[in-house]
């Protein structure tokens, strides 16, 4: 993962300069859609308009985010699959849409390899496990939470954002480690699930850093673990999953897609856009305050790293057991 001071030291160096020069002179004169498969408000949303900020000028003269939530985010992904391949249109995307749904869906209508085109990947985090006002206080540790949930066993319950995502496995993992059964329940989104959570409506949730860490700060949730290989920085004095117990280390990407066939010059103006747009101060300060850390592969890189976790999450998810019923 890198750090703040190592992505704008490093990543001038990630794609030639003259290459950064040719692609940042295309500038697409139409609106330009980011699309994002979350409601408004949740940790994807939030990072989608930052970037859109940043791209507004370089990449195109206006660049707006079109929410389409649904279908545990596949909408977006089939929205983008089909859409015109001229740079127009664009998915930003956590990980799980792509890389754990063709595992946990029975039919999934896209093939992330085939129909979509890699194009970066913007931010890296990892997840939080976190509890809410329904559990007593005396609950101070994830150890804490599972001996509460054996003993009440009709609230051993925690909130996702979709079914079959990676949070949702996270909480079968943590689930199958302790050797306790828990029911996940799936919400359409971040914003809504720990809505539920804040409200008491659910004991517990897991949610990227970058949705959770305002309500920790402001201590409407109580954080019990991360799942990075460390502790993150914005959570210093919240043990990771490992420190807790509990062999379970995920850490995420939110990237961009752009649709098939798109042109390889579009696909190189857009990675030369966002490759500006992660190392400049302004996206790192934005990214800094919401829990993320910026990040940068080029196209190629990136389709590697996308493959490569569609291997890794096979095995996972088949142990899990777990098969979506759509």
């Known amino acids: 993962m890198l750090t703040r001071r190592r992505i704008l030291a490093s990543s001038a160096a990630l794609l030639p300069a003259a290459l950064i020069a040719r692609a940042s002179a295309q500038v697409i004169r139409k609106p330009v859609q980011i699309i994002v498969g979350f409601p408004a408000g949740g940790g994807t949303d939030v990072i989608a308009r930052i970037i859109a900020d940043r791209l507004r000028g370089a990449y195109a003269a206006n660049v707006i985010v079109e929410n389409k939530p649904g279908a545990a985010a596949r ?8 859409a015109e391949p001229d740079g127009g249109v664009m998915l930003f995307t956590p990980d799980f849409p792509i890389t754990v749904y063709p595992h946990s869906f029975r039919s999934l209508s896209y093939d992330p390899l085939r129909d979509l085109i890699a194009v970066a990947p913007t931010t890296r985090s990892m997840l939080t496990y976190n509890i809410g006002p329904m559990v007593p206080d005396s609950m101070k540790t994830l150890g804490d939470f599972i001996g509460w949930c054996k003993d009440n066993p009709e609230n051993a319950i925690y909130a996702t954002t979709s079914a079959g995502g990676t949070p949702h496995f996270v909480g079968l993992m943590v689930a199958n ?21 804040i409200g008491g409506h659910v004991p517990a949730s897991v949610n990227p850093v970058s949705e959770s860490l305002p309500f920790a700060r402001s201590h409407a949730v109580r954080v019990l673990a991360v799942t990075g290989p460390e502790r993150s920085r914005f959570l210093p004095d919240v043990p990771t999953m490992r420190e807790s117990g509990y062999d379970v280390v995920v850490d995420s990407w939110l990237g961009v897609f752009l649709p098939p066939k798109t042109p390889a010059d579009v696909v190189t103006a857009l990675s030369a856009a966002l490759h500006d747009a992660v190392k400049s101060e302004e996206m790192v300060d934005a990214l800094d305050k919401v829990g993320n850390e910026p990040t940068f592969e080029t196209p190629a890189k990136f389709a590697e790293i996308v493959k490569a976790d569609i291997d890794r999450w096979g095995p996972v998810v088949k142990q899990s057991g777990f098969v979506a019923d759509e």
């Open 75 to 82: 909408i977006s992904v089939e929205y983008v699959k089909s």
């Open 177 to 197: 480690a302790a050797g306790v059964k828990m029911t996940p329940v799936h919400y359409r989104g971040g914003a809504p699930a720990l809505q539920d959570l």
